[in-house]
């Protein structure tokens, strides 16, 4: 069965330092892994995705994400964090069906 | 945004009526899904559609039903709503192995 941890409900950072946000999944064959954001009261949208290729992907705002198949991991990091960065952060993976999975969020604050 | 609509956009009901919450997209997408959020769960899959008529249940189906009866409508019913059918509704559509895109939701109250 597929499944995503995501295993801190709440990270704090503070503006221009480096963020990380985890992820670990579980699933059976090769994943495609995705990252969303929500901003308060929206809807989701999409970050970025991990198909096959360079372990290390970039996405929208500056984000980017590593992946790590021994470690079965897909931390999303940012270089140097923004107040706006400020979200609900979503780890996502589907495969083989279609279905996508997500786990339970994070919340990232970043502070001024 | 990708051509995505729910509706209505907020509904508040009684315990025990139907309800049904209708997504409508423009982009001609094979794969739909119903999604419901909830604090501490994250977004958990309902149901999802893998095109017209084919559907298959997600995580937590129990108590809802689904119809595709075109590629552009998703129609996800409650039966008979109970109050922990309370939640924000979330309709996605997808390409196979493509990103997902959402819809803004919809906020239902079972009082």
């Known amino acids: 069965a597929q499944s995503v941890a995501q295993p801190e409900d709440q990270v704090n950072v503070a503006e221009g330092n480096p963020l990380t946000v985890k992820c670990t999944y579980s699933v059976s064959g090769n994943p495609y892994l995705f990252w969303y954001v929500q901003y308060p009261n929206r809807g989701l949208q999409f970050l970025l995705k991990?198909?096959?290729?360079?372990?290390l992907v970039k996405g929208s705002y500056g984000f980017e994400a590593e992946f790590n198949k021994s470690q079965t991991s897909f931390h999303l990091k940012k270089p140097s964090a923004l107040v706006s960065d400020s979200a609900l952060y979503f780890c996502a993976v589907s495969r083989p069906s279609n279905k996508f999975y997500f786990g339970s969020g994070t919340k990232l604050n970043v502070k001024p | 945004d990708a051509g995505i609509t729910q509706s209505p956009r907020h509904k508040v009901t009684e315990t025990g009526t139907p309800v049904t919450l209708r997504c409508h997209q423009t982009e001609n997408h094979r794969y739909m899904y119903w999604y419901r959020q909830d604090p501490g769960h994250g977004l958990r899959l309902i149901h999802y559609?893998?095109?017209?008529?084919?559907?298959d249940k997600g995580e937590v189906s129990d108590g809802y039903s689904v119809s595709r009866s075109k590629t552009e409508d998703f129609l996800l019913t409650l039966e008979s709503a109970t109050s922990s059918q309370t939640s924000v509704y979330f309709c996605?559509?997808?390409?196979?192995?493509?990103?997902?895109?959402f819809g803004n939701g919809t906020r239902l109250t079972v009082t």
């Open positions: 996605a559509i997808s390409e196979r192995d493509s990103p997902l895109h």
């Open positions: 559609s893998y095109g017209v008529k084919d559907t």
């Open positions: 991990y198909i096959t290729g360079d372990n």
